[in-house]
């Protein structure tokens, strides 16, 4: 069986999470036998082809599909919506693209009901994102290498987040906390993978410029682990996902998290995190050290359910019953 994977991960759209889900999945499949699976290439020759991105690249290369057509959904309306301008209009075009794939694959519960509500007439198949759990776990070199490089002392505790700068990823809270805690280093990993079209673009470069000495924006880093090494809790402020990957990658460095009390976490994730609804409950939360010990101890073994090698094997299914349906 030969399977294509598309991705439209050109410039800065490398660093988003549906081409890190996308990536990951591709390089276990190809260390799998039963199956030829190549990287972008012409899709014409390929019994199925898996999308997981939708964009116009990525329709022009639909249109040249031979063999049954996948689509990821990475990204659904909800969360569009004070992440990107000209939202609204962009999330109008969902429905009529997703028709154009045969099959699709939601990555949670919320993102399965999302879906189907919006195109009840696919196919859906809900297999969560994986986390290649040897790649991802603590580094005690990579930690003293990533402090050293931002002059951060090894008894400073460093609070971390890692997503795109825009405000459904909750970076205004994220600041707000920094000023509560100026004797803590917050370290926000990520950037603006859409630019000047990223929702508050003006806004959020002003605040970066203007945030205390406690604040460290490393921008996007090719070398993830090191960052989670170096952090002593995982701040996820987001208000929208589909899944929330960066959160399980945190949990296989064995970080405790906390995260913003919505649906799609609480699905997935259950009560292996800590959860807040308002800046004073994070705050609470990050002056429990009790309980971010508690959330740590179990954290890297929660993500077996999550391995890569079995999430594979699940797409690896669902293939060979779509090409031989």
């Known amino acids: 069986m030969k399977v294509e994977f598309y991705v439209e991960d050109m410039l800065f759209f490398k660093y988003i999470g549906c081409a890190t889900v996308a990536k990951t999945l591709y390089r276990q499949l190809a260390a799998m036998d039963g199956i030829d699976v190549s990287w972008k290439g012409l899709p014409d020759k390929a019994d199925l082809v ?144 859409y630019g000047a079209l990223s929702k508050d673009w003006t806004r959020i470069r002003r605040l970066k410029r203007r945030c205390g000495e406690n604040v460290i924006y490393p921008g996007y880093v090719d070398e993830i682990v090191s960052p989670y090494s170096a952090a002593d809790v995982f701040f996820m402020p987001s208000f929208a996902e589909t899944f929330g990957l960066v959160i399980l990658e945190a949990l296989s460095c064995g970080l405790p998290v906390i995260a913003r009390d919505i649906p799609e976490f ?46 594979a094997q699940r797409h690896l299914a669902l293939y060979r019953e779509l090409v031989d349906a």
């Not at 063999?67 to 969902?94: E, M």
């Not at 259950?270 to 959330?295: K, M, Q, T, V």
Request: contains cysteine.
């Open 266 to 311: 609480h699905d997935i994730f259950g009560d292996r995190i800590l959860y807040f609804r308002s800046r004073d409950e994070a705050a609470g939360c990050i002056n429990d050290p009790a309980r971010l010990a508690s959330c740590a101890s179990g954290s890297r073994a929660f993500t077996e359910q999550f391995d890569i090698v079995d999430i």
């Open 50 to 193: 898996h999308y997981h991105t939708f964009g116009p690249l990525a329709l022009i290369n639909r249109k040249m599909a031979r063999g049954k057509t996948v689509l990821t959904a990475h990204s659904t309306p909800r969360i569009n919506l004070d992440n990107i301008a000209l939202a609204r209009f962009i999330n109008k075009q969902y429905p009529k693209i997703y028709r154009k794939f045969e099959h699709i694959i939601t990555i949670s519960q919320p993102c399965t009901e999302e879906v189907t509500a919006m195109v009840p007439d696919i196919p859906v198949t809900c297999i969560p994102n994986g986390v290649n759990r040897t790649y991802f776990q603590r580094d005690d070199e990579k930690r003293a290498a990533f402090r050293d490089l931002y002059g951060i002392p090894e008894d400073q505790e460093v609070i971390l987040s890692v997503a795109q700068l825009t405000p459904r990823k909750g970076l205004y809270d994220f600041l707000a906390l920094s000023r509560m805690f100026p004797d803590k280093t917050f370290v926000w990993v990520g950037g603006f993978p």
